[in-house]
């Protein structure tokens, strides 16, 4: 059974930084591109909205607009992790974030294991 564990959900003020980690199986790791994806809370209705992916090797990656600049993402295969580097968070960054884990893509139905979401809240 796969597994993803995200961590690193905080409340944090605008223009602060923040780290996620989403930890999985080393067969996991080692078979999957890996990707985070959003979901805003006040938007229950709205699909889980991309963030960033990585590739199976680390050697491309790919950021969703609203996020260049700010974001980036990692992965580090002897410990089995993803993580996603959160700077000059706004606001509007607020949702929970989830891992996944999958074909390297920015669609959703391309990932086919997800973590149960980490909960980043950023106040003004």
């Known amino acids: 059974q796969v597994q993803l564990v995200e961590s690193g959900g905080a409340l944090v003020q605008a223009g602060d930084s923040l780290t996620l980690s989403c930890a999985t199986s080393?067969?996991?790791?080692?078979?999957?591109?890996m990707a985070w994806f959003r979901q805003s809370r006040q938007a229950p209705g709205e699909e889980r909205e991309f963030?960033?992916?990585?590739?199976?090797?680390?050697?491309?990656?790919d950021v969703a607009d609203f996020a260049k600049g700010r974001f980036s993402i990692s992965r580090d295969s002897a410990k089995s992790t993803v993580s996603l580097q959160m700077n000059s968070l706004k606001p509007e960054d607020t949702a929970v974030y989830y891992c996944?884990?999958?074909?390297?893509?920015?669609?959703?139905?391309?990932?086919?294991?997800w973590g149960q979401g980490t909960q980043v809240t950023v106040s003004s």
């Open positions: 963030v960033a992916t990585i590739n199976l090797s680390g050697s491309s990656s």
């Open positions: 996944a884990a999958g074909s390297y893509s920015r669609r959703r139905e391309h990932y086919y294991y």
């Open positions: 080393g067969s996991t790791f080692s078979r999957y591109s």
